[in-house]
């Protein structure tokens, strides 16, 4: 798994988009764009003749390439990283690498382009010496301020937001050393991007002086931001602001484990006992915050409904948490639910069963895109102790089962409650 792309992925396709909107492909990157279209045209029509096979696709990705004038040798770090399906689709994705090897040698914004890039090649299943040494290497590179001035770059705070624990452990002094480049300021898409940085600050439980000096930084460029974006541009104007709630809940201040959980506001419950969180005092309360449209969350019923049952008779509750999102996506068709909040519940009632969901579900006023609980994307699990206090945050529901039942179970020890691992 490409490091950067997976944490792309979390952060941009699961859920809350951070940077700016969305703008034309730079010079350069409209090439890719097509030969991307063309490849993907073409292997669609493949499936529908059923000529598709694996020899066939990297024959279209090859002429993909060829026909919209790409050569991987000649290709910018930018081009490169847009292009990662499409040269590991060709079977040239060690000649990016090395392209991007290259290119990382220039001391340059444009060089610093390529070292993170590079970085986020590096194969999942590479020894992990390799793979930190590659993050290190990006976040050390001397253009990286300038291109991140220049507004590129940005995905180097997903990588290290988003980068397995042990990698991001070992690039820890180096990482802390970026909270220099907050104080300058930066365009709209890199102080967005730079909100994950949060995450890896609290991650790696960098000094209060130290997170709270990048927090406070990205406050005043996403106000300065909001101040300075067009008035039309709803768009961007939304996600800085939700990005100012996410600066300043709970989770990116530092307190939310080892705290009382932030409040949710009940609207709907599928369980009548449930009106508040207070509601659960004296249980383990697995929250898990997701929504009908997310198809990772549905994915992950199965290990909920396995959860459930393993504690079925004891003290824990898995409670789902979503919100009104305006529209209801089930398993047949999606209905647009726009202010009719009592249609949206209606058909949860009807969707639960449909869905095999075996645990309560409820409906808060507060986004699923809690800022308190720092949720980015989805699904997004937090555990709290009996005693209401946040244990665990930022889990996901297909950890392995004997991971989260190992903590499930110590809670249950600490405050004397009855577990199956103690039967």
Sequence with gaps: ?????????????????????????????????????????????????????????????????????????????????????????????????????????????????????????????????????????????????????????????????????????????????????????????????GVVFVRAMLRLDAPAQTREHVRTALLVQHERAIGDAATDDERLLGRLKRNVEYLGGAYARGELLGHASPELTITWSSDETIATLADLRGKVVVIDFWATWCGPCIRSFPNLREL???????????????????????????????????????????????????WPVVFTSQDVYNPDFGVTGIPHVAILAPDGTVRYNGLHPMDPMEEKTAKIDALLEEFGLPSPAAN
């Design 1 to 193: 798994m490409h490091l950067i792309n997976r944490a792309s992925i979390v952060a941009l396709c699961a859920g809350l988009l951070l940077g700016a909107s969305a703008a034309a492909a730079p010079a350069g990157l409209e090439a890719v764009d097509r030969a991307n279209s063309l490849m993907s045209e073409r292997i669609i029509e493949a499936r529908d003749t059923g000529t598709d096979s694996e020899a066939l696709r990297r024959q279209i990705a090859i002429e993909a390439l060829a026909e919209s004038g790409l050569e991987v040798g000649e290709m910018s770090a930018a081009q490169i990283e847009r292009a990662g399906r499409l040269l590991s689709t060709a079977g040239l994705s060690d000649a990016g690498r090395e392209r991007l090897g290259t290119l990382a040698r220039s001391d340059t914004a444009d060089g610093a382009v390529a070292a993170v890039a590079l970085a986020g090649m590096v194969d999942g299943e590479a020894p992990q010496a390799e793979r930190t040494e590659a993050v290190r290497k990006a976040i050390t590179h001397p253009g990286l301020a300038a291109a991140l001035r220049r507004g590129d770059a940005s995905n180097v705070f997903f990588m290290l937001g988003y980068a397995p624990d042990e990698t991001l452990q070992g690039v820890r002094t180096e990482a802390l050393a970026l909270a220099h480049l907050f104080d300058n300021d930066l365009p709209p898409q890199v102080i967005g991007s």
């Design 308 to 358: 459930t049952s393993h504690y079925s008779g004891y003290p824990v509750v898995v409670l789902g948490v979503t919100s009104l999102q305006g529209s209801h996506v089930g398993p047949d068709e999606r209905v647009d639910t726009t202010g009719n909040p009592d249609l949206e519940y209606a058909l949860m009632s009807e969707y639960l069963p449909q869905r095999e969901m075996t």
